[in-house]
């Protein structure tokens, strides 16, 4: 439990101030804990005096856990396509493997898999463990964790990664409880301590208002999920060498209890918002359906998504699929546009580790201005016509030149 | 049918502000809530009872408070609390979290399917629904977005997906973790509100679900916080400024080189 020495405590409430669960609060210039404390230890960190102090259970690091070695990662396929954050996980999981001088591996699951395992190998990957079964074809929690456990038991790598995507936060929980092993959920950032080569796992928690980093220490593999849109890809070479890895199953691992009797694609193409380099949301501001549809134009025009506020959800604008924020989805675009979006802390969690934000808006005391890389105050209903037009003007320009 | 629906009381992050001056967080009078997600699974089931009959049992893992959102549950539809609540359990990551609730459940017999948020607005680690199905090896699907049928033994669904959904079939007991698509959570009625005043949370302990201590809390969470600290927000903030032709210039001039 957190213990607070009295005598050392000062009194000053930057703990109090600090705590996202409200459960330490300075009484008679004393920091007292209450029962909502979740040991987190942002308290700790911010305690001038070091009044605060978690007692740490010293667990014993098995000699076993030397034995486990190599990077690896999950390469989502689905629709007979590579989802993109497969190529980020080996741009990432390539340093690390690097830095340890061990190899990094992709683990690729599903049916009718082509030339995807020669794609790996030439984004980095120097083997490619592979498993291509018609029972792997529509995703299935339990298919895919048993497959993969089985995997890792026989090679046992050190570190295991996968994408945040739908797929991965599915099923690499499943996966993690099967090893018994900690999972680090939406990383935005992962290192090699220097010292002992421990997995530096970094997130954003209370919906991105802190940052945590967090270590495996007693149990292997090190397992992670990574936001897509954060790591950097390598680049394709084609003349790189890898090994692929056939693996058969046993056939019982294979069954699920679990049937998918359809998958059906939904064919607007901007619904996979955390896939998009450039985002034009759109809120409250723009005050009718009609207004939104500039957003759409201007997404358009810019080759991105559109994105919404809850409040343009909650009106009927545009569906939930788009939405942005705490219960909508969280987006890392390289240009996030927030149009008519005061900047509720629901809607900034899910948007302010965009490249660059750019704001516009009526109010210039609105919150979304804080984190906006550029502000425009002023009417949405004259801005957002002129910028539109004026793209417009420059692409007819160029097309006249060609 | 009886249905146990897994639920968290969390802090309200509408109270929560972003201090301007500091960028930090400021959480006067933040009040506790039911995790938001947690309500649409709790409506889920009561739907299902609704529809085929049965019990809805709300749980949680908490701190004695924790029972307020156990009344809370009850006000919008469940039949019973159950709060698992010791020190023991404090500090525990979701490996931990997702034993001591498997244990609980254990404990409360036998059942035909849990419900669970996709996914908690204080972690959003989405971890414990597919941990605690791995635990009671019980199927399992994520982001329920509609419950389609229930028939004999089995229940089929839509999950929502990064591209699309699938229609799903499993086979129960089961466990899924719902999006908020999934319905309107309805607002406490008077009867269930005098339903949740009476209302008596069955309280377990560690000891009463047989938890092995090692596995508790902090000390049995595989996962260790090494540090917490503030994100950065951008450093070169720029307000344009001029007629909205000149901000419209130069904001394009900046797009120039972004794109």
Redesign the interface.
């Known amino acids: 439990?957190l213990k607070i020495d009295v005598e050392a405590c000062i009194g000053c409430g930057l703990c109090e101030?600090?705590?996202?669960?409200?459960a330490i609060k300075v009484e008679d210039s004393v920091a007292v804990v209450?029962?909502?404390?979740?040991?987190?230890?942002?308290c700790v960190?911010v305690c001038e005096v070091g009044a605060l102090s978690?007692d740490?259970?010293e667990?014993n690091v098995p000699d076993e856990l030397k034995d486990w070695a190599g990077v690896w990662i999950y390469a989502e396929y689905?629709?007979a396509r590579i989802a993109p954050v497969a190529f980020e996980l080996l741009g990432a999981g390539r340093k690390l493997a690097d830095q340890l001088g061990v190899p990094l591996s992709a683990v690729l699951l599903g049916s009718a898999l082509g030339e995807s395992a020669e794609a790996l190998i030439a984004h980095g990957a120097d083997q490619v463990y592979r498993v291509d079964d018609p029972a792997l074809a529509?995703?299935t929690?339990?298919a895919y964790?048993n497959v993969f456990e089985d995997l890792i038991r026989e090679h046992q790598p050190e570190i295991v990664l996968a994408g945040a995507?739908?797929?991965g936060?599915?099923?690499i929980?499943?996966l993690?409880?099967?090893l018994?092993?900690?999972?680090?959920?939406?990383c935005t950032d992962l290192a090699i301590r220097a010292e002992d080569g421990a997995l530096?796992q970094t997130r954003?928690?209370?919906?991105?208002?802190?940052?945590?980093?967090?270590?495996?220490?007693?149990?292997r593999p090190q397992m992670a999920t990574v936001r897509p849109l954060v790591m950097k890809p390598n680049s394709h070479d084609g003349s790189r060498q890898g090994e692929i890895i056939d693996f058969t199953p046993d056939p019982a691992r294979l069954q699920?209890?679990?049937?998918?009797?359809?998958?059906?694609?939904?064919e607007s193409d901007e619904?996979?918002i955390?896939e998009a380099d450039?985002l034009v949301a759109g809120g409250r501001g723009l005050e009718s359906e009609k207004g939104f549809e500039m957003v759409r134009e201007l997404a358009g025009l810019?080759g991105g998504a559109t994105a919404a506020s809850r409040a343009a959800v909650d009106s009927g604008w545009i569906p939930?699929?788009h939405q942005v924020g705490?219960?909508g989805k969280?987006v890392c675009p390289?240009?996030y546009f927030a149009c008519g979006i005061s900047g509720?802390?629901?809607h900034?969690?899910g948007m302010?580790?965009s490249?660059?934000?750019?704001a516009i808006n009526r109010d210039e005391n609105a919150?979304i201005?804080?984190?906006?890389?550029?502000?425009?105050?002023?009417?949405l209903f004259?801005?957002l016509p002129?910028?539109i037009e004026?793209?417009r003007e420059?692409r007819t320009g160029e097309a006249g030149n060609r | 049918m009886k249905i146990i629906v897994c639920v968290k009381q969390v802090?309200d992050?509408?109270d929560?502000?972003?201090d301007?001056k500091t960028?930090?967080?400021?959480?006067e009078g933040?009040e506790?809530i039911m995790n938001?997600?947690d309500r649409h699974a709790l409506e889920a089931a009561v739907v299902l009872k609704e529809q085929y009959c049965g019990t809805v049992t709300a749980i949680t893992m908490?701190?004695?408070?924790a029972e307020e959102t156990l009344r809370d549950a009850v006000a919008c539809g469940a039949d019973h609390g159950v709060l698992v609540s010791d020190?023991a359990f404090?500090?525990a990551?979701?490996?931990a979290t997702?034993y001591t609730l498997a244990k609980a459940i254990e404990k409360l017999g036998e059942f035909d399917l849990i419900i669970c948020g996709k996914q908690a607005?204080?972690?959003?680690?989405?971890?414990?629904?597919?941990?605690l199905?791995?635990?009671l090896d019980?199927?399992?699907?994520?982001?329920a977005r509609k419950i389609t049928e229930c028939v004999d033994g089995t229940i089929?669904l839509e999950r929502?997906?990064?591209?699309?959904?699938?229609?799903?079939?499993?086979?129960m007991p089961?466990l899924m973790t719902v999006?908020?698509?999934i319905n309107e959570p309805r607002v406490p009625s008077l009867k269930g509100k005098m339903k949740a005043k009476k209302m008596q949370a069955t309280v377990l302990s560690a000891a009463d679900i047989g938890a092995a201590p090692e596995l508790l809390?902090?000390?049995g969470?595989?996962?260790?916080?090494?540090?917490?600290?503030?994100?950065h927000?951008?450093a070169?903030?720029?307000?344009?400024a001029g007629t909205?032709?000149e901000?419209?210039?130069?904001?394009?001039a900046?797009?120039d080189k972004?794109?």
């Open positions: 439990m101030d600090t705590c996202t669960f409200g209450g029962e909502t404390c979740t040991l987190c230890g942002s960190d978690i740490t259970v667990k689905r629709d529509n995703f929690d339990d964790a995507t739908a797929i936060r599915s099923f929980p499943r993690a409880t099967m018994a092993t900690g999972l680090t959920a939406d530096l954003p928690a209370f919906g991105g208002n802190i940052m945590a980093t967090i270590e495996c220490p007693t149990t699920s209890r679990v049937r998918v009797l359809r998958s059906v694609r939904e619904v996979n955390n450039v810019l939930y699929p705490q219960t969280t390289k240009v509720a802390v629901q900034m969690v302010q580790s490249d660059t934000i750019i919150p201005f804080q984190v906006a890389t550029y502000g425009m105050v002023g009417d004259e801005i002129k910028l004026r793209i420059s | 802090p992050a509408k929560v502000r972003l301007p960028n930090t967080l400021s959480r933040v506790s938001p997600f908490g701190p004695p408070q020190r404090a500090g990551d979701t490996w997702s607005i204080d972690g959003d680690t989405a971890q414990v629904g597919p941990g199905a791995q635990r019980i199927p399992y699907v994520a982001y089929r929502l997906m990064d591209d699309g959904y699938d229609e799903i079939e499993m086979e089961a999006v908020k698509e809390g902090l000390q969470s595989n996962t260790q916080v090494v540090k917490v600290f503030s994100p927000f951008s070169d903030k720029c307000m344009l909205t032709d901000m419209v210039d130069q904001l394009l900046k797009l972004l794109l």
